[in-house]
């Protein structure tokens, strides 16, 4: 049983909770190997557009951060595979901060994930996730959902395609995030058409994808980050499923998992 996406106390939008904390209910779970995926910091020149300015880790926390979890991984070896990473945000335009970000730390990773959040319209960045409020500004701004999904699709597109260096993640982060709050926002007609069209991308760049649990959990969207039938299509193209809890809290490890597809996921 593997996790290849969990949060930690460096998280400013998660629990305190301590890594050992995780680590224990990874281990009571039956998890044979978990990934620490932090939110890396956004570029220096980046401004957050949420309101908490709470999106990633801090950078100064970033050499403790690699610190405690690979003294972890060594403590617990025993019980459980330990990998170090980042979930780090694909915002295009700012590809060579990133890059830099990967050269510095890149060395001690050992698993990494690459996700969009942050979308572009007219010079102004919306959080897609945050909530429905930003979502339906950033539809509006845009001028439809039906633009603002062709917006998303078209920067995962770059995002498997971009060059980040020799450390560029070779996951993609929750690749429907764009349905988080599709219960209030009906994704329109044809938009799987371009989620499956995103996944010939992942697989000619030899990319894997996060099976995520998380928006199982999430009121308006009650479904996995791809839902089962695009799940199914990424594994029939050869593409490696890595589950992933998304958790940002201890409780959260394991989430979404019984109602996910298993036959589906490396293990
Ligand atoms: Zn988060
Ligand atoms: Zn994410």
């Known amino acids: 049983m593997i996790d290849g996406h969990v949060h930690t106390p460096y998280c400013p939008h998660g629990s305190n909770a301590a890594l050992e904390e ?13 990934t620490f995926a932090e939110h890396a910091p956004l570029p220096e020149t980046f401004i ?9 880790m801090e950078r100064s926390l970033v050499e403790p951060y690699i610190k405690e979890v690979q003294s972890l991984k060594k403590s617990y070896s025993s019980d459980i595979e330990i990998k170090l990473g980042f979930e780090v945000d694909y915002i295009k335009g700012y ?15 050992d698993d990494s994930l690459l996700s969009v959040h942050f979308l572009p319209v007219k010079k102004q960045w919306f959080c897609i996730d945050y909530s429905p409020d930003v979502f339906s500004a950033a539809c509006r701004a845009i001028g439809s959902i039906d633009e603002l999904y062709e917006r998303y699709y078209k920067l995962l597109k770059d995002s498997a395609h971009v060059d980040l260096g020799p450390y560029k993640p070779n ?5 429907t995030l ?33 099976y995520n649990g998380a928006g199982t959990l999430k009121e308006y969207c ?44 490396k293990i």
Do not use: C
């Not at 970000?101 to 990773?109: P, R």
């Open 222 to 265: 009650r479904e996995s980050y791809p839902p089962p039938d695009l799940a199914k299509m990424a594994y029939e193209k050869g593409i490696s499923l890595i589950y992933g809890s998304d958790a940002h809290d201890p409780n959260g490890i394991k989430q979404g998992y019984e109602i996910l597809n298993q036959t589906l996921m």
């Open 22 to 34: 995780y680590i224990d209910q990874a281990i009571k779970s039956g998890y044979s190997s978990i």
């Open 48 to 56: 957050d557009p949420v309101p908490e300015q709470d999106s990633s």
């Open 171 to 175: 996951r993609i982060g929750h690749m």
């Open 95 to 109: 590809e060579k901060e990133t890059e830099s970000f990967l050269n510095q730390y890149g060395s001690s990773l």
């Open 178 to 210: 764009i349905r988080k709050f599709h219960h209030i926002y009906p994704s329109p007609e044809g938009w799987k058409k371009q989620a499956a069209s995103f996944l010939s991308v992942v697989k000619n760049n030899g990319l894997d994808l996060d």
